[in-house]
């Protein structure tokens, strides 16, 4: 397995199985602290900092959460249109990075252009972590996706994935990739014009993810062990900031996951993750339901984030 000091997390397409299971193991050590809302020092001369050309709330929050549980500091910003990056300079990824990596010892970055996160790890000499490039992937959402899902669940093996959403999303892209490593498979359901496109079927075909199509949740829910959902309402990943204009459509019925839906078809085991924020694909009344695991995958971002910053930062091995 290769050592995780001072590597850049771009890709779960990079993961061996063995890696997967060092970054939980982590997880595991580090969860009593922010269980017990503590803090540490064990980062206490480190400095992360969080590079958001796109709005977050979850993402940046936790990060910078955990390195605040790790005793360590934060810098950074949360709208490029307040720096040269996104006013009228327009200033470049590598003039960016090259200039930010004498800042801070990691930095986290969200982008609305896919490829961003792995052009700025060129031009910076301390690890970069993507936290979300446009269509592209969203590594550090999945990692406490599968966490969740191993902790809850006891494996990730043996597992039936009902992937329910916009399959173009980042979140299921690395979810699907992460699949490769683990003996399970997923069911896919989508709008037509927002299904896996063929190259990306072909990337999942080589590295032998067992994966089928679907039309209806209603038609599948019954096979899944985990659910995992995503909005197909939602804003123009490849815009810096994209704002709710007009009345919002609604979610067809072949996408929605509702309690009664959940009573009558669901498997008594089965656990929903969503990443939230959700439209009206996940109605609020299934939160009282014993399906509903995002309050407690939410919790496990801090977790999560906590383990990779000592991991790439060395206080992990």
Known sequence: MRSFVGRDILSLKDFSRDEFMRVFQVCDDLKPIARDRRNTDTLKDKTLLTAFYQPSTRTRLSTEAAMHRLGGHVLGFSDSKMTRAGDFYQESIKDTFHMLEYYADVIAIRHFQQGAPAEAAKWASVPVINCGDGWGEHPTQVLTDLYTISTEMGSLDGL?????GDMRMRTMHSILYAMSQF??????????????????????????????EAAD?????????????EPVVQADYTSS??????????????????????????????????????????????????HQRYWVEAFNGVVMRMSLLSLVLGAAE
């Open 160 to 164: 039936t994935f009902l992937l329910v």
């Open 183 to 212: 003996d399970a498979e997923a069911i896919v359901v989508g709008p037509p014009d927002m299904s896996l496109l063929p190259e990306f079927k072909a990337e999942l075909d080589a590295l032998n993810v067992r994966y089928r």
């Open 217 to 229: 949740v209603r038609d599948v829910i019954g096979e899944a062990d985990v659910i995992y959902m």
């Open 241 to 290: 900031r994209d704002e709710r204009k007009g009345t919002m459509p609604t979610t067809p019925a072949e996408y929605v996951v509702t309690r009664e839906l959940l009573r009558e078809k669901a498997r008594s085991w089965s656990i929903i993750l969503h990443s939230l924020p959700r439209m009206d694909e996940l109605p609020e009344d299934v939160d009282a339901t014993r």
